[in-house]
């Protein structure tokens, strides 16, 4: 499956950006899909991952109440509504997908990777 992230872009600290992940070529509904970012200078770390269904979902301890994962399977599209945005959340954020029933939260496990997209948090 190929994977087209978009949606980052610059905002204020306390505002709200929603990331977008498009897939194509594969069946969606069969992948358990996650967002990961990576800082400057710092390594890619999980943000958020949700099921194959939609009835799971994990988050990264310092998003969980202010980040927010779905998908619309026929769509083929998994989302991430990010809200309270803050300067530590400055990122390139990257869309991921494992064809999996069970959600992981390392990078190792996922195997199709979209470009990135660039959140830019300002003071």
């Known amino acids: 499956v190929q994977l087209q992230a978009s949606g980052g872009g610059l905002v204020q600290a306390g505002g709200s950006l929603k990331l977008s992940c498009a897939a194509s070529?594969?069946?969606?509904?069969?992948?358990?899909m996650a967002w990961f970012r990576q800082a400057p200078g710092k390594e890619r770390e999980f943000v958020a991952g949700?099921?194959?269904?939609?009835?799971?979902?994990n988050y990264k301890d310092s998003v969980k109440g202010r980040f927010t994962i779905s998908r619309d399977n026929a769509k083929k599209t998994v989302y991430l509504q990010m809200n309270s945005l803050k300067t530590e959340d400055t990122a390139v954020y990257y869309c991921?997908?494992?064809?999996?029933?069970?959600?992981?939260?390392?990078?190792?496990?996922?195997?199709?990777w979209g470009q990135g997209t660039l959140v830019t948090v300002s003071s």
């Open positions: 991921a997908a494992a064809r999996s029933i069970a959600l992981y939260t390392i990078s190792i496990s996922y195997d199709n």
């Open positions: 070529g594969g069946t969606f509904s069969t992948y358990a």
């Open positions: 949700i099921t194959w269904n939609g009835i799971s979902r």
